[in-house]
């Protein structure tokens, strides 16, 4: 049954509209993208590196592959999700929230999990049975996952994300909320003091709700809506970021003479073979430095903050920051 959610505001939770960006509403909605098994139109670059990795590392029969169902399931433990405390949490922070769960709450989820896949596997029921021993092995596996599948490209994530809340808040500033709030998503509409969503199976309310609103754009979680509401925490919607759809294509590769006059010809050429995350030995492959020389100018660059080191199995994949592609931007024009 298809429902219309209507979402009340009062002053008080109209003050209390809030952005986060947050990195377990990337964990979930990328984990189950990787057990689908489909050629995805928009991320089909990332699946085709990290999908590996992850059967590699015994993620598609962990943990996560328990509690996250493929998308005919669709329903996901709202504990995943704690609502961050701040704009940006780190994801050791939002990994000390899972594991700060109420068994209570836990042992809630897992129910309806039950209910709508018919029975828990064998993880879980052990999950069930003793979640604060439990988390911790949850966790454990969330922060591999994070490791392998995100870590390496939360750079280029974290810019598309920041600039959807920087034209979101320049529309709330120029327009005022309720433009904001109308232009979220199709199938959200703002009127009369509420949010009304359509295509829901669930009802949204006040009652059910805690005040306020938080609002966490995602390159994952598209091309639909995502809600949690674990009161007395502000209701959470995810929605699909804008400029997701140009997140894994190929950029023009920057013009490094200016940059190598600063940083040396070969940190320079480095930096810009980073457009996706590399090994030590692929670099070397690619450049045609030696692997001696490629590690020692990564040593440079990663205490520069210019580089980031991921491990993932028996290798280090090596990544770009935000500083670095900041960086390369006036070095390609």
Do not use: C
């Not at 991320?43 to 996250?68: C, F, K, S, T």
């Not at 392998?148 to 959807?164: E, H, Q, T």
């Not at 009652?207 to 509401?229: E, H, K, N, Q």
């Amino acid at each position: 049954m298809v429902v219309l959610a209507e979402l009340a505001f009062s002053a008080g939770d109209l003050a209390r509209v809030r952005f986060a960006v947050s990195p377990m509403w990337e964990v979930v909605p990328s984990f189950r993208l990787l057990r689908a098994g489909i050629a995805h139109p928009i991320h089909r670059p990332w699946v085709e590196q990290v999908r590996p990795r992850l059967v590699a590392a015994g993620l598609d029969r962990g943990w996560l592959a328990e509690l996250i169902p493929i998308p005919s399931i669709g329903y996901v433990p709202d504990f995943l999700n704690p609502a961050p405390a701040g704009p940006t949490p780190a994801p050791g922070e939002e990994w000390d929230a899972i594991r700060a769960s109420l068994a209570e709450r836990v042992r809630q989820d897992l129910d309806h999990l039950a209910r709508h896949q018919g029975t828990l596997g064998p993880r879980l029921r052990t999950l069930h049975a003793d979640p604060p021993g439990r988390l911790a092995k949850v966790t454990e596996e969330i922060e591999t996952y994070w490791e392998l599948a995100l870590a390496p490209y939360w750079a280029r994530i974290r810019a598309v994300l920041d600039a959807d809340i920087l034209y979101r808040a320049r529309l709330a500033a120029e327009h005022g909320a309720g433009r904001l709030l109308n232009d979220l998503h199709t199938s959200v509409s703002w009127d009369d003091n509420a949010l009304r969503m359509t295509g829901r199976k669930q009802p949204l309310t006040r009652t059910t709700a805690g005040p306020g609103l938080l609002l966490i754009p995602s390159a994952f979680t598209g091309p639909g809506l995502r809600t949690r509401t674990t009161p007395p925490g502000p209701p959470q919607l995810a929605y699909p970021a804008r400029g997701t759809g140009s997140l894994w294509q190929a950029r023009p590769a920057p013009r490094t003479d200016t940059l190598s006059a600063v940083l040396g010809r070969s940190r320079a050429l480095l930096l810009a073979e980073l457009e996706t995350p590399a090994s030590t030995t692929q670099l070397a492959h690619r450049t045609g430095l030696s692997p001696a020389g490629v590690s020692q100018y990564l040593t440079a660059l990663r205490k520069a903050g210019l580089v980031s080191a991921h491990r993932v199995g028996r290798s280090v994949l090596y990544a770009r920051t935000t500083a670095a592609e900041t960086l390369l931007q006036p070095a390609s024009t």
